[in-house]
């Protein structure tokens, strides 16, 4: 799976949108972009997925730029809760295999 | 629905001790994973059962590290001899059997296991 950069922490005031960023240049175009995110003392959750195209669920959206190398997750309106570390994640269709990073610290302050 | 269960949550242990970890995966989940989470890093995947075979244990440090999953559900992690550089986050996740289709893998809280 390629690999994916993300800055190492963001801050973000309460109720306000989150907005977090991927690198992706060497993204194969059989390759998904996955978000999971963990909080502390909790195991990794997932958050999200796209291939191409926009995606929206009940956590967040993903905005997948038209070339494929970057993506940016959406937390529309960020809460205390959503402090946690935010993984972008390459992987293949059918593939299985989860290759985290670092990901980005996200504060989430009032 | 249940998730998935790791007991214990914490272990202390003194190096060249043993010490073994359980997993009870989503029922139906056919796939099982076991990672590796050093503090300020991210999980690494040791190894990944489907049903009771090991699909991949590459990143699996054999010389110490066994892990097993009996009937295709339970699962245990053993580590013996520990060392030091083994205090980690011992996390279990369990999916749907990849397909045509790549399904999320759901994570348990894991182990915190410290060697002293």
């Known amino acids: 799976d390629a690999k994916t950069t993300q800055p190492t922490s963001m801050d973000c005031a309460e109720g306000r949108a989150a907005n977090l960023p991927c690198n992706h240049s060497t993204i194969s175009g059989n390759e998904y972009v996955y978000w999971y995110r963990q909080i502390h003392s909790q195991g990794p959750q997932y958050i999200i997925h796209?291939?191409?195209n926009n995606e929206t669920n009940e956590m967040a959206s993903l905005i997948i730029t038209e070339d494929r190398k970057s993506s940016t997750l959406i937390l529309p309106h960020a809460t205390l809760r959503d402090t946690a570390v935010y993984y972008c994640i390459l992987r293949t269709g059918g593939g299985n295999k989860l290759t985290f990073g670092t990901g980005t610290q996200l504060k989430v302050e009032l | 629905e249940a998730g998935v269960a790791q007991s214990p949550r914490y272990k202390i242990i003194e190096k060249r001790q043993s010490v073994a970890f359980w997993c009870n995966p989503i029922?139906?989940?056919?796939?099982l994973y076991w990672y590796q989470q050093i503090l300020g890093q991210g999980p690494k995947l040791l190894i990944q059962?489907?049903?009771?075979?090991?699909?991949?244990d590459s990143q699996l440090p054999k010389d110490r590290f066994s892990a097993e999953r009996l009937k295709g559900v339970d699962s245990t992690l053993k580590i013996q001899p520990a060392k030091l550089e083994d205090s980690a986050v011992y996390l279990c996740?369990?999916?749907?059997?990849?397909?045509?289709?790549?399904?999320?893998?759901?994570f348990g809280p894991g182990t915190r296991l410290t060697v002293t």
């Open positions: 796209g291939l191409k």
């Open positions: 059962f489907q049903n009771n075979g090991v699909v991949d």
């Open positions: 996740a369990s999916s749907l059997v990849p397909g045509q289709r790549t399904y999320e893998q759901y």
């Open positions: 029922s139906g989940h056919a796939t």
